[in-house]
């Protein structure tokens, strides 16, 4: 899609936010937590997870046989596919079984493909604390409701009377805390299947019987049986929370595990509890509760062998994307998708691994890091320039970035575009459909959803779509005699991609004021980097990964110059995707 790339920097601009406000957990006086918003909010969140900043999600069940979706799907949501006779999923099926079953059956004869004949729950936990995570989160059961543990409530439906015949679940928590990690799960509220209440085919008001008959009790056993320090729940978009016994089902999991338990807030409408998990997006900004963007490398989470190489990121935009959500105040829940042997796919640990040696080696200015003060007592989160795409020319205006952005490396939110062309003669009612926004020019005119026009040769349109966040999709059509069409262009709609590009992030430390200073781009003889706070003369500043102190000089108005010059090359080098430099009074 690319066709030039210019980096116009127009101004750096930097990103306020506030530290974080949370009331954070007091072990010394953990009292019982009362079943109300009140009352879990007064107990507050556990300092650990904010300070991890890097968790590992797995997402592992009978969708990985297939491992298939269109690549940009998710493909642990096959079994809904199957639901609805989605051709591309009935077509993988028939490798697998009858297509003619029912939807369950046909489902569950993947189970007799599932093997898990290479799994190695110590190899994982290996593979997880060498990428520098402090924490696991395991699909314990997905919207599928087959479960990975031996439940009472799915006697039948697990991976320990079918399929691997193993306790996932514990085998995994067990050398998953073995090896220092936090074990934590991912628990869907509602299943796609369950007799006693069908997702998306029975009435959502109707769920009351099986919350209680089956989901509460199956909730109950996994966190009395495992005690996970955190749990992800799902799947509660449809729901309230007073339908799914949020507040009751939270307080009991607190009260059973203690001051290090954690929830996230997916429990349904009317939730005001839980760290907040945006999910494939570029961050976001809060000061009331802790966050952690939760992403795959690729567009799936459940391993999708139909995946597009374009569109699994980099290691440079994984580590780069990975600091901007720290210099802000989150974390990032990274996902793997393994293969039905379980082994984790290849381009997957290439990822990990190259995070992990970055961390190693920068780890200090990450993990238990809080965003950065200047002057004025405003963090500065990170600073950008304005960038601009020229993107091919198109026919139409017909896009759908799911998770994704229009180019390689650009942002999936926050962005721009401005296609311009000559559209076609004639009288016509426009029609222009987005998430998020959108505005049709005609010449100078501005021209409303609807509104009839009249098209002459030469005429000049422009279309600005304006992304924010999640979804991005466009569409521009012409509307003749009740007939919608998509709206062509002489010599086709010209558009321009424009963002902006983080060329800098900032984290510190707390306990010491030692701040960082994290470069996107291979720094030459020196950098300069305006408006840092004013600084002592005694302040030492290196670059992590090398030896020595470096020369630096900063004015009054904050601008810090520091030189390179007399560091050795060499070592430099060995360093990859973020050069962080450490600013503060140390040995």
């Not at 306020?16 to 079943?35: E, G, I, L």
């Not at 780069?320 to 802000?328: D, S």
Request: charged fraction near 25%.
């Amino acid at each position: 899609m690319k066709k030039s790339f210019s980096a116009i920097l127009l101004m750096l601009t930097i990103q306020m936010t506030f530290v974080p406000s949370y009331c954070v957990v007091d072990k010394q006086h953990n009292d019982s937590v009362q079943a109300t918003w009140k009352s879990l909010n007064e107990r507050g969140y556990p300092g650990w997870f904010d300070e991890a900043k890097l968790g590992i999600f797995v997402h592992w069940g009978l969708y990985s046989v297939p491992a298939y979706a269109h690549p940009e799907g998710y493909a642990e949501w096959l079994y809904k596919g199957l639901m609805s006779h989605n051709p591309g999923r009935m077509k993988i099926m028939v490798n697998y079984g009858d297509t003619t079953l029912s939807t369950k059956e046909l489902y569950g004869k993947l189970a007799e493909y599932w093997h898990a004949e290479l799994w190695n729950p110590e190899q994982w936990a290996k593979i997880f604390s060498e990428a520098g995570a402090k924490y696991v989160v395991l699909v314990t059961k997905h919207h599928d409701g087959y479960c990975l543990w031996d439940s009472p409530q799915q006697p039948e439906w697990n991976s320990v009377n079918s399929g691997p015949h193993r306790n996932i679940v514990a085998e995994l928590t067990e050398s998953v805390r073995k090896a220092g990690l936090r074990m934590c799960f991912y628990y869907s509220l509602p299943e796609w299947n369950n007799p006693l209440h069908q997702w998306t085919i029975d009435s959502n008001d109707s769920i009351g019987r099986y919350v209680e008959k089956y989901m509460e009790p199956q909730f109950r056993d996994l966190v009395t049986r495992y005690k996970p320090d955190l749990i992800f729940s799902d799947g509660d978009w449809d729901f309230s929370a007073e339908k799914l016994k949020s507040k009751e089902l939270i307080s009991f999991y607190y009260n059973t595990v203690g001051a290090d338990a954690i929830v996230n807030n997916r429990w349904g409408g009317g939730t005001e509890h839980g760290f907040l998990t945006p999910e494939y997006s570029a961050g976001i900004q809060v000061t009331d509760r802790p966050w952690a963007e939760c992403r795959g490398l690729g567009r799936s989470f459940g391993y999708n062998r139909n995946e597009l190489l374009e569109n699994i990121m980099t290691s440079c935009e994984l580590i780069q994307h990975f600091v901007e959500l720290v210099a802000n105040g989150g974390g990032m829940t990274l996902n793997v998708g393994p293969n039905a042997d379980g082994t984790i796919p290849f381009i997957q640990r290439d990822r990990l691994n190259e995070l992990g040696k970055w961390l190693k080696t920068n780890g200090e200015a990450i993990y238990g890091s809080r965003p950065m003060r200047n002057d004025k007592n405003e963090v500065m989160a990170q600073q950008s320039k304005h960038s601009s795409v020229n993107l091919e020319n198109s026919d139409v205006i017909d896009y759908d970035w799911v998770r994704n952005a229009p180019m390689a490396g650009g942002r999936t939110d926050d962005f721009e575009v401005v296609w311009e062309g000559e559209p076609e003669e004639g009288v016509y009612s426009i029609l222009a459909e987005a998430d998020d926004r959108v505005v049709v020019v005609l010449n100078d005119d501005t021209i409303a959803n609807g509104a009839l026009v009249a098209v002459k040769v030469g005429d000049k349109m422009k279309i600005n779509f304006y992304e924010k966040d999640l979804e991005a999709r466009v569409r521009l059509s012409k509307i003749v005699r009740n007939d919608t069409v998509l709206l062509k262009a002489k010599n086709g709609w010209k558009g321009i991609y424009q963002y902006e590009q983080t060329v800098r992030a900032f984290t510190m430390q707390p306990s010491d004021g030692t701040r960082y200073i994290m470069e996107f781009s291979r720094p030459g003889d020196e950098i300069v980097v305006e408006g840092f706070p004013l600084i002592k003369k005694c302040t030492k500043i290196r670059l992590l990964g090398c030896d020595g102190d470096l020369k630096w000089k900063q004015g009054r108005d904050g601008k810090l110059t520091i030189s390179l010059k007399n560091v050795d090359y060499e070592q430099i080098n060995q360093l990859d995707y973020v050069w962080v430099f450490k600013v503060g009074i140390f040995d």
